[in-house]
Every structure is written in structure tokens, then in C-alpha cells.
């Protein structure tokens, strides 16, 4: 250390001084203001990038909301079109079955008068064949000899053999 002291100059020290304190002036005005404005700006646009993703996420989360909305929108819907497609299905079968048992019907209903219009028309042709061999069987009499009764008589019983009534 003394030898520090020893070698100490009073001009070199105050010119040092000097350039320490010009260096510090011109480092002050044309390095540190331009470097602080670099870093202030650098803060800023971190702080509105930072900003920026919290606004981002914000929307990310009403747009969320907004889709489970509309989601749980359309699934209501879709299940209100289901129950109503049902409902409407279930009309259809009801009035097809509807429709059907009254065809049923009309149909019974025509095959039974069907049946009792051929029932009466075989009943009149019964008739009719009836009338026939009934004057068939008067034919045959008159054809026959008159006079005698017992003959008659055998001639109205054979007739009546022949003739089945079941």
C-alpha cells in the first residue's frame, strides 16, 4: 500500500476523475436513456402481450360458455324433435291400427252379407227346384191312370221315397 501512496499523482488521479465523470455524463445521455427506453419498452409490450393473453383467455372461457350454451341448446332441441317424432309415431301406428280394425270390419261386415245374399239365393233355388219337382211329381201323377185309388196312393208314396227332405 505504500508504495500506492508513494506513486500517487494529484494530476493523473484529477484527470481520471475527470474522464470517469465525462465518461458517466456521455454514457448517461447517449447509452443508458436509450438502453432504459429499450427495457421500459420491452416491460410494455410483455405487459400487453401478458394483457393480451389474459383478455385471450377470457374470451376462450365466455366462448366455452357460450358453445356449452348452445350445446345443451341443441340437445334439448334434438330431444324435444325425438318426443315429438315418437308422439308422431305413435299417432300413425294408432291410426294405421285404427284404420285397419274399421277395413276389418267393413269387410266382415260385407263378407257377412255376402254370405246371407248367397244364402238366400241357394234358399230361392231350393225353392224353385222344390216347385219343380213338385210339378214334376203332378206330371207324373196325372200321367198316370186316375181311377184307381189304391194306385194313386202307391204312386204319391213312391214319388215321396224318391224324395230325401233331410
Request: zero cysteines; charged letters at 35%.
Amino acid at each position: 500500500m505504500e508504495k500506492l501512496l508513494n506513486d500517487f499523482s494529484v494530476g493523473l488521479f484529477f484527470w481520471q476523475t475527470l474522464l470517469f465523470v465525462v465518461l458517466l455524463f456521455l454514457l448517461r445521455k447517449y447509452a443508458w436513456k436509450p438502453i432504459l427506453n429499450a427495457v421500459n419498452e420491452r416491460e410494455d409490450s410483455i405487459k400487453d402481450a401478458l394483457n393480451s393473453a389474459e383478455e385471450a383467455k377470457r374470451a376462450m372461457a365466455e366462448l366455452k360458455s357460450s358453445n356449452e350454451t348452445l350445446l345443451n341448446e341443441a340437445r334439448a332441441e334434438r330431444d324435444a324433435m325425438l318426443k315429438e317424432a315418437r308422439t308422431v309415431k305413435e299417432k300413425m301406428i294408432a291410426d294405421a291400427k285404427s284404420k285397419a280394425s274399421e277395413d276389418a270390419e267393413k269387410i266382415i261386415t260385407a263378407a257377412k252379407e255376402s254370405i246371407q245374399h248367397e244364402k238366400m239365393a241357394a234358399l230361392t233355388e231350393l225353392k224353385n227346384q222344390v216347385a219343380v219337382l213338385s210339378i214334376e211329381i203332378a206330371e207324373k201323377i196325372l200321367k198316370d191312370e186316375l181311377s184307381s185309388a189304391d194306385k194313386q196312393k202307391a204312386i204319391i208314396d213312391n214319388v215321396v221315397k224318391d224324395i230325401n227332405l233331410n
